[in-house]
């Protein structure tokens, strides 16, 4: 068997799939950071409750209603899209003329509130939730059992990720999106209707992040803190992405799962601090980040 | 209305010191543990209303005797935890302080618990340093300790045809003692150690470490890491088809509200150490049906149920001394021996360890579970005298 | 973003003397009302908050890492004063010089970016430094490092004493205030001003905005570990919570709601986060609910805090 760096390569090429599966929830959800963040200026603190919020409409579903998975997939992004909408009219609405940091704030606070709240009533261990019965089993690849619900997570989420990308850069909505963010008033001079625009836009990236809960469901514990701590690190994807680009997110939460999916192999003492350390070079030479352009 | 917190907060403290002249002739019994993160659901709420049935249970009005119960939340903050504590054995004239999960919010009360001379029944905490070089004459450890899993769960798997393992460890102290204590009882009993992979903590994603596992072909993966960390390493070893391939789990720190989080079907054949089951004979399942309508309906974990009975005995101790003297109830309670539903006969040793039976547990298919929360078969039972670390190797000065 | 201090007046710093003389007043006369080990406890984290403070309220830079400081020099202190055998001026010196090492270090790879991306690369940070400490032998882990000598002050006052270490707090809280107070009306704390509101105006008019910047940072840094290292002698240990990102919030938390950018603001606000902690804890559950909402109010409708609202009532800066 050849080795690289004494591992087998087959062993390697398991590895690299597997980071980019754990690449696909960093891409989902550094996306939807970044379409709230160039659209309102507001880095999202929420997202990560979010996240977690998408995971239990999904539950829900399954054991107050006993809706599947496929329902979850549809009816947790919308669900949770609205509770978005919701905070953005009533709360968001009224920072946008301040410090951008309030912004962050306010999210921030509003995780603390939904994650306690959530823990109180369903506790802390979590709740069971399976893989859809068309997803279970696996393929043997030679190299690695890859099960059929990882398999589905990457096509799935590569899907979301490029055709959000296509309407954002490609499309007539996303030119009037793009737009607003650079010049509100000579959009809303077009007869565009801007705030609602910006409402359903907060309301789209806080569904991206129900969609990853969705997601996570079957694979991760389902549990209120499940997005306290990734947040951080989906912050620190953004940092060196950068945000200036749509694109940008979606290649360095890709690219980023599966350098921590190879230090996993070749020294997991370090995983965790991986991307933090990139995080650290990067700002060194390129402050901005990797597709950032200053401002 | 902030001011108005601190003010009020404020005037709670000085009504506390009012007070204090009366508190005598009360026995005042401190719940202390999480109730609002990662450890709530094992100890939090559930660990008070045992105490309360403790109380109620031992007929303390009947016989004449004040016991107060009163709880709070350390937030799993060592601060906040000692903060309370000296408030309480200073101020409110609390006499015993139980539970407590989290290690170093544990150790931090063993120390304030001694410096003020009171009394510390430990149920929630895991590290086995509180009857080892921590241990103090304040301090009774109930429930189970770090050493006691690992060596319940490591020899009676090896002794069952487990020979070769395979660590997956939370690489920070904690999951470095388990696993150096598991290994080594698995080594001492003729088994063979194939690997280990060091996660960091509340780790998302365990695929990579368990394809690693998977790899190295031993037959039990041990897994010594505790909480959201063993749940998703779970999960994803049933998703990745390890327990299919032929390869058997070990947990090394498991509870019973973890397996109710994952559900049987993905949790079915894992293998670990409990000292307490709802199930097990007609006093726990007693126990257990006047336990859950308080608590939302769960059944105890090991820890609450130890929470009982350490108050019950704690109180018979009292009862036996007439008086709520620290050190002399703990003297006491290590003098007489235990007795109560849940634990059966037992005693505290000198190091202050309590010693009762331990139980390796099977977690049952779907298909055998005839009831809500019937979840585990009992594969073994390991005999109090052989389940706790050996006095004298734990280096606690008390031993002579 | 906050109450703006126009140039001193004579009138104000009258006002400020008086709130000052009220606030020793307070830490002076409190033990008679209140448990001393919550108000040391309070000190230590007013000293915080004010050195957080420094950096949002006076250079406009909202750290969301501070916890990496506070805790860093809880764990040097501890660690010297607990195996080294340092007295706890010298362990106390030492945990405030690691948090300075470390304020420089961060600080030069933060300070490229401000605003939202500042926030974020200091948690990012933060984080980083808590795995450290999490898989670090020396830190003991979840463990903590417990039991730690409180030993004599200059080899001659006994610290175990719960008075005598009130009064080293004391003036060690009152040190790092003065200390702030002056830097904040320094020629130094001008320019910081100057930077918060224009940035690109200070550096047309010549001034280096990136040391400036930097010097303030490590200054924050510094005086957040004298405040960490404190607060691991008071309570004899050191443990991964003061480094965790929800101590980083906390510290926000107290600051707003004392008031950004206010001189007393944070102490007022540590007083209130943590009577809140210690109170809502007998409650159980809602503490960080309690807290999350805070937050929220403070932001929507509250965002000059208490001594903010009092300052705007009286119309004169505190």
């Not at chain 1, 940008?248 to 933090?276: C, D, M, R």
Request: include cysteine; proline fraction near 3%.
């Amino acid at each position: 068997m050849t080795e690289i760096f004494g591992v087998p390569t087959q062993a390697l090429f398991g590895q690299l799939l597997i980071g980019l599966i754990n690449g696909s929830f960093y891409a989902l959800l550094s996306l939807g950071l970044a379409v709230i963040f160039g659209l309102l200026n507001i880095i999202n603190f929420t997202h990560g409750a979010q996240y977690m919020m998408g995971a239990f409409v999904a539950w829900f579903l399954l054991n107050k209603a006993g809706m599947g998975y496929w329902w979850a997939l549809v009816i947790a992004p919308i669900a949770v899209g609205i509770f978005g909408v919701i905070i953005e009219r009533t709360m968001l609405k009224q920072l946008y003329k301040l410090d951008h940091l309030y912004g962050l704030l306010l999210t921030f606070g509003l995780a603390l509130i939904v994650q306690g709240l959530f823990r109180n009533e369903y506790g802390s261990s979590g709740l069971p939730y399976s893989i859809p019965s068309q997803l279970t089993g696996g393929q043997r690849l030679g190299f690695m059992f890859l099960p059929n619900y990882r398999a589905w997570v990457i096509v799935f989420s590569l899907v979301v990720c490029l055709s959000t990308w296509f309407v954002i850069e490609k499309t007539k909505l996303g030119s009037y999106l793009r737009a607003a963010t650079e010049n509100p008033e000579l959009v809303r001079a077009f007869g565009i209707n801007v705030p609602r625009m910006i409402t359903l836009t907060y309301g789209f990236g806080v569904g991206l992040a129900a969609l990853a809960g969705v997601m996570a469901a079957p694979i991760y514990s389902v549990n209120p803190l499940m997005g306290a701590d990734l947040i951080i690190v989906v912050f620190a994807v953004v940092v060196i992405g950068g945000m200036g680009s749509i694109m940008g997110s979606i290649v360095t939460g890709f690219g980023l799962g599966v350098i921590e999916g190879l230090t996993k192999v070749f020294y997991p003492e370090a995983s965790n601090t991986v991307i933090f350390i990139i995080m650290a070079i990067v700002l060194m030479f390129r402050p901005a980040g990797l597709f950032g352009t200053q401002r | 209305m902030f001011r108005k917190l601190g003010i009020a907060a404020a005037v709670a403290m000085a009504v506390g010191t009012a007070h204090a002249q009366i508190s005598d002739g009360v026995i005042k019994i401190g719940v202390l543990n999480d109730q609002s993160s990662l450890y709530a659901d094992i100890s939090g709420q559930g660990a008070a209303v045992a105490a309360r049935m403790a109380v109620e249970d031992f007929g303390a009005a009947k016989k004449g005797m004040k016991v107060e119960v009163i709880q709070a939340d350390h937030q799993n903050k060592p601060e906040v935890g000692s903060a309370i504590a000296r408030q309480w054995y200073d101020v409110d004239k609390v006499d015993v302080i139980v539970d407590v999960p989290t290690s170093s919010v544990a150790l931090a009360i063993n120390q304030v618990t001694r410096e003020k001379n009171k009394a510390f029944l430990v149920s929630g905490a895991a590290t086995s340093d509180l009857t080892g070089k921590a241990c103090s004459p304040n301090t009774i450890h109930w429930t189970y300790d770090t050493w006691m899993l690992a060596h319940g769960t490591g020899s009676a798997i090896v002794k069952t045809g487990g020979k070769t393992w395979f660590f997956l460890t939370a690489d920070y102290a904690f999951g470095h003692a388990l696993e150096r204590d598991t290994e080594e009882v698995v080594v001492k009993n003729g088994g063979k150690v194939l690997g280990k992979v060091r996660h960091p903590l509340n780790a998302q994603d365990f695929s990579s470490f368990l394809l690693q596992a998977q790899s190295s072909k031993a037959q039990i993966i041990g897994l010594a890491n505790a909480g959201g960390d063993t749940i998703n390493s779970i999960k994803q070893a049933s998703e990745f088809g390890l327990v299919e391939g032929g390869q058997g789990l070990a947990g090394m720190l498991v509870f019973i509200s973890d397996i109710h989080a994952l559900g049987l079907k993905t949790a079915q054949g894992l293998i670990f150490t409990e000292t307490f089951y709802w199930d097990r004979n007609d006093a726990s399942r007693a126990f257990a049906k006047r336990f859950a309508p308080q608590y939302k309906g769960n059944m105890p974990t090991m820890v609450q149920a130890g929470v009982y009975s350490a108050v019950l005995h704690y109180l018979k101790a009292v009862e036996a001394l007439k008086s709520d003297d620290g050190p002399k109830v703990i003297a006491k309670m290590k003098q007489m021996p235990t007795d109560d539903p849940l634990f059966g006969k037992g005693r505290v040793r000198q190091d202050g360890r309590k010693i009762h039976d331990a139980y390796l547990v099977e977690v049952k298919r779907p298909s055998e579970s005839k009831y809500p929360w019937d979840y585990y078969k009992i594969r073994a039972t390991i005999p109090a005298e052989e389940a706790f670390r050996p006095e004298k190797e734990g280096g606690c000065p008390l031993v002579k | 973003m906050a109450a703006v201090l126009p140039a001193q007046r004579k009138a104000e710093i009258g006002q400020q003397r008086i709130a000052l003389a009220v606030m020793l007043a307070f830490f002076v006369l409190g033990p008679l009302a209140m448990y001393p080990v919550f108000l040391m406890k309070v000190m230590c984290f007013a000293l915080f908050a004010c050195a957080f403070n420094l950096l949002i309220g006076f250079v406009g830079l909202l750290s969301f890492g501070h916890a990496m400081f506070l805790g860093t020099a809880g764990y040097v202190c501890a660690y010297a004063a607990k195996v080294w055998g340092f007295t706890p001026e010298l362990a106390i010196l030492a945990g405030t010089a690691a948090a300075c090492v470390l304020g420089i270090v961060t600080g030069l790879l933060a300070i490229r970016r401000q605003g939202i991306y500042f926030a974020m690369i200091t948690l990012a940070l933060a984080q980083m430094i808590y795995f450290f400490y999490l898989q670090a032998p020396f830190t003991g882990g979840e463990d903590g490092i417990q039991a730690v000598p409180r030993g004599n002050l200059f080899g001659l006052v006994d610290l175990s004493n719960v008075w005598t270490m009130y009064a080293t707090v004391l003036v060690v809280f009152l040190g790092g205030f003065l200390l702030i107070y002056r830097t904040i009306h320094s020629p130094f704390g001008q320019v910081l001003k100057a930077i918060r509101e224009n940035e690109a105006r200070a550096t047309s008019l010549g001034y280096d905005v990136d040391r400036y910047k930097l010097a303030a940072y490590v200054i924050s840094a510094t005086l957040s570990g004298l405040a960490g290292a404190t607060n691991a002698l008071v309570f004899q240990l050191a443990a991964l919570n003061n480094v965790h990102w929800g101590m980083s919030g906390e510290v926000v938390l107290m600051t707003l709601v004392g008031g950004l950018g206010t001189i007393f603001g944070p102490v007022v606000g540590a007083l209130v986060v943590l009577a809140m902690e210690n109170y809502l804890a007998t409650l159980g559950f809602w503490v960080t609910i309690a807290q999350g909402a805070i937050f929220v109010v403070c932001v929507l409708a509250f965002r000059r805090g208490i001594i903010g609202e009092l300052a705007r009532l009286i119309k004169k800066p505190l």
